[in-house]
């Protein structure tokens, strides 16, 4: 039996499979789809990389330091969702927000599915256990 | 019918009397005086606030025979131009000159800085009108075909802007406009003071653009609406997109939790081959299922966590109540507290949403 870190390394990677299987053609879809198969060599046994960048302050990475200009507050912001958003990088302005609005619409129905499994699996659990004895 | 009513269009003019408005205004007294035909054109007050009305009435007039976005315009307004009002030739002629482009996505054109750019009249056959109005309208319009060629220049690239002089050149701008569906090309009016030229034109058309994406993104995430500033907008969307792959993970960490025995061991299947076999839980290696079954489950709610096989203890419940489930499943952002079982039983409960990034927080401490 894996460990729970390994399992859910892999649960995770489903589920973003499971975005990018159901919001094909979208170009951060492939670019995921496209991170995904990368790193599959890398973590088919459970490596600590996550497909899904987490790193708890995005700016950080970006050394930021103190914004005055506005027009460079929007721009590291800007930089920023380019990296959250698979495949940003290579986007202009208009067609980041594009895919960062569609992007925001499949994780939360990604989120959504999640829960509700956790939700279910977690009651039969409980009815299992409940049953057995 | 009220043509002076607020159409919502063009109401941000500058009190500024050009040739256009004039025009228009004339316009809205035809109008009215088709309407009422005690009407006494001359004693339509010509004051700046009439000015004002007058170009909205007279695109609201446009907008109201041609609703339909992007629609040819030569022919519609040629064509299918009937107005409930009398049928006067010069009429006709001149509501044929004006025609509504609309922009490609609906929110741009309603949204973005000034109404008034949004949307611009246009002459589409300007050039070889067969019946000419009374030569009083003549000297109006070479001025106003300028301005007409000047906001065109943005859409029509640089040719137009060496064939200004030459009127000819609105013509195959309109037939190119009209032809093609593909390219719908934004016109925006100058505003007073700002640069007309073709650059600051494609500028702020695209600036609008990004303005209405904007508006899109902030409806999407919660509690968006009231920021102002583009900055902190931005800031909650990150913020809003990082909250949620970070969920993805909790929950894929919940999910690993809650039953020792889901693993999904074939990884390889899923991640190279077309159609994904099922990842099984209870730890077996992955196998080619039957993908027809799951071809159907093309929905975003679903994941890549419903493709997992039914082992009966599982999937009974689905199975039970299949149509409760598929509904579930598309209502993202309901609470369902009788998730799959009849609301007597509580045995499932569904946790409401805000309670579970507190726990997620507390688990991700103590692991």
New interface residues.
């Given amino acids: ?2 460990s ?1 870190a390994e ?13 990018v ?3 094909r053609g979208r170009h951060w879809s492939r670019a995921l789809g496209r991170r ?2 990368q790193r ?1 060599g890398i973590t ?1 046994c459970g490596c600590k990389n ?1 497909a ?3 790193s708890s302050n ?1 700016f950080e990475d970006l050394g930021v330091r103190e914004i005055e200009d ?1 027009a460079a ?2 721009g590291t ?2 930089r ?2 380019q990296r ?2 698979p495949g940003g990088e290579e986007l202009g ?2 067609r980041l ?2 895919e ?2 569609d ?26 256990r409940m049953m057995g004895k | 019918m009220e043509p002076r009513g607020s159409s919502g269009v063009g109401s941000g003019n500058s009190g500024t009397y050009t040739p256009e408005i004039a025009e228009s205004l004339r316009f809205e007294e035809e109008i009215q005086s088709l309407i009422d035909p005690s009407f006494d054109a001359s004693s339509a007050a010509g004051g700046s606030f009439t000015a004002l009305l007058g170009l909205p009435a007279n695109q609201a007039v446009e907008l109201l025979h041609h609703p339909g976005p992007g629609e040819p315009p030569a022919s519609a307004a040629t064509d299918t131009l009937r107005l409930p009002f009398g049928c006067s030739s010069t009429f006709v002629e001149r509501a044929a000159r004006f025609s509504v482009f609309a922009t490609d996505d609906s929110p741009a054109s309603s949204s973005g800085g000034g109404l008034s750019p949004g949307l611009k009249a246009e002459p589409p056959d300007s050039d070889s009108p067969p019946t000419l109005p009374a030569p009083a309208g003549k000297p109006r319009r070479p001025s106003k075909r300028k301005e007409c060629e000047k906001s065109k220049a943005k859409a029509v690239a640089k040719k137009s802007k060496s064939a200004e002089e030459n009127t000819s050149a609105a013509k195959p701008a309109a037939e190119e406009n009209t032809s093609g569906d593909k390219l719908p090309y934004v016109h925006v009016r100058a505003r007073r003071g700002q640069a007309t030229d073709s650059h600051s034109l494609a500028e702020r058309a695209r600036r609008e653009k990004i303005n209405a994406r904007m508006k899109l993104l902030q409806e999407l995430v919660p509690g968006c609406s009231k920021i102002t500033g583009t900055a902190l907008v931005l800031d909650e969307i990150i913020n809003h997109v990082q909250s949620l792959q970070r969920q993805v993970e909790f929950l894929s960490m919940k999910l690993a939790a809650v039953n020792p025995r889901i693993d999904f061991s074939g990884l390889d299947h899923i991640l190279s081959a077309e159609c994904g076999p099922l990842a099984v839980a209870s730890g077996c290696g992955g196998g080619a299922s039957d993908p027809a079954m799951w071809a159907s489950d093309t929905a975003a709610s679903t994941g890549g966590i419903r493709r997992m096989p039914a082992p009966p203890q599982i999937w009974h419940l689905d199975v039970v109540h299949p149509q409760q489930s598929s509904t579930v499943w598309e209502n993202n952002g309901v609470a369902h507290p009788h998730f799959l079982l009849s609301p007597a039983t509580s045995l499932v409960g569904y946790d409401p949403a805000s309670s579970v990034p507190l726990n997620s927080n507390r688990l991700k401490t103590e692991l």
């Fill in positions: 039996n894996a729970l399992r859910s390394q892999r649960i995770k990677m489903a589920a973003e499979m499971g975005l299987r159901s919001s995904l198969l599959e088919g996550a899904l960048s987490t995005v506005e507050e929007i912001r800007v920023a969702l959250l958003v302005l208009e927000f594009e960062t609005a992007y925001i619409e499949a994780l939360q129905g990604q989120v959504s599915a999640m829960r509700a499994m956790s939700c279910l699996l977690d009651g039969l659990e409980r009815e299992k």
